[in-house]
Structures are given as structure tokens and as C-alpha cells.
Nanobody, 129 residues
Framework: EVQLVESGGGLVQAGESLTLSCRAS????????MAWFRQTPGKAREGVSW????????DYADSVKGRFTMSADDATNTVYLQMNSLKPEDTAVYYC??????????????????????WGQGTQVTVSS
């Protein structure tokens, strides 16, 4: 059974940091690309960070560039999202995702109609001003 289990969300003040974790199981970690998305009520799920299909580098949404960093630990099948200098507009439910790299990149860049993979259950991040 495929599982993506996120943790690390919470309530912080603007300017503070949080690190989200996503532990993957039930599939071969190397066979899928990983990404982070987020969603606020009434809005579409949007890509935050993902692996580029062009060169396997990490791409970020413009709104988080320079503040967020995605990384992975292949030994534990875990992907992380380090979030620094948090802003109230970063408040959202954050989702970990796994899919084939091009589907995931298109989902992150454009919209999730391209998505064919797996979602985590989401973790709430709330940033107070």
C-alpha cells in the first residue's frame, strides 16, 4: 500500500521557520519524483517545489523562491520542505506528492489535471502576523 505521511506543520509567527517531512512507503522511492503542493480554502492546489524534468534540479514557485528548500533522504525515503521567513500568505494545507517526473512538473507548474500519482493527507501550516 502506497503511503505518504506528512508531519511538521503547526502555528508560527511571521518570520519564523518550519520544516515539513514526508515519509514515503509502498513504492520504490527512486521510481517516482516528489513534490510539495499547498492549498487554501476555495483555491486550487498549487505547486510549491518539484523536481525539474529537464535536469532534475529543484524548482520553486516564485512566491517561495529564496525562502523554501526541498531536500530528500533516500536512505529513509523521506522528503523535506524547509520553510524560512514565513509569511501569513504561506498559510495553507501542505501536501506531499509522488508521481512520474513530467506529470508532477506539469501539475506543479500548471494545474493538477496532469496528476496521476499519490497524495499525502496534508499538514496545516498557519502563519500569524
Amino acid at each position: 500500500e502506497v503511503q505518504l505521511v506528512e508531519s511538521g506543520g503547526g502555528l508560527v509567527q511571521a518570520g519564523e521557520s518550519l520544516t515539513l517531512s514526508c515519509r514515503a512507503s509502498g513504492f520504490t522511492f527512486d521510481d517516482y519524483a516528489m513534490a510539495w503542493f499547498r492549498q487554501t480554502p476555495g483555491k486550487a492546489r498549487e505547486g510549491v517545489s518539484w523536481v525539474s524534468s529537464r535536469d532534475s534540479s529543484i524548482d520553486y514557485a516564485d512566491s517561495v523562491k529564496g525562502r523554501f528548500t526541498m531536500s530528500a533522504d533516500d536512505a529513509t525515503n523521506t522528503v523535506y520542505l524547509q520553510m524560512n521567513s514565513l509569511k501569513p500568505e504561506d498559510t495553507a494545507v501542505y501536501y506531499c506528492a509522488a508521481d512520474h517526473v513530467l506529470n508532477l512538473e506539469n501539475s506543479a507548474r500548471y494545474d493538477t489535471r496532469w496528476f496521476t500519482g499519490y497524495w499525502g493527507q496534508g499538514t496545516q501550516v498557519t502563519v500569524s502576523s
